[in-house]
Nanobody, 121 residues
């Protein structure tokens, strides 16, 4: 059973910063991609930022220049540093990992339970 444990959400004023952290509960044979998605009320879940096993990163246009994703491959953790936060960043943020737990297991997606980020004065 794989769990992705998220932490770091909360309430912050506009212009403030938060750092989200996500750790997998077990080691993986191969991690292909780790990343963060978010879902605001009444909206579809959207990609925020991802990082591949080769450390290639991809960001949503709305967060480019403000958010930074990084990973620790040895610990299967991924961080999201969020600066200059805006009210429109308010959402539930979900951690995602795509990988293989064993050499014979197919790659699949795993999701965290989500952490609330609220940007408000």
């Amino acid at each position: 059973q794989v769990q992705l444990v998220e932490s770091g959400g909360g309430l912050v004023q506009p212009g403030g910063s938060l750092r989200l952290s996500c750790a997998a509960s077990r080691r993986f044979f191969r991690v292909n991609v780790m990343g963060w998605y978010r879902q605001a009320p009444g909206k579809l879940r959207e990609l925020v930022a991802v990082v591949t096993s080769g450390d290639t990163t991809n960001y949503a246009a709305s967060v480019t220049g403000r958010f930074t994703i990084s990973r620790d491959s040895a610990k299967n953790t991924v961080l999201l540093q969020m600066n200059s936060l805006k009210p429109e960043d308010t959402a539930v943020y979900y951690c995602n990992l795509n990988g293989e737990t064993t050499p014979w297991a197919p790659a699949r997606d795993y999701w965290g339970q989500g952490t609330q980020v609220t940007v408000s004065s």
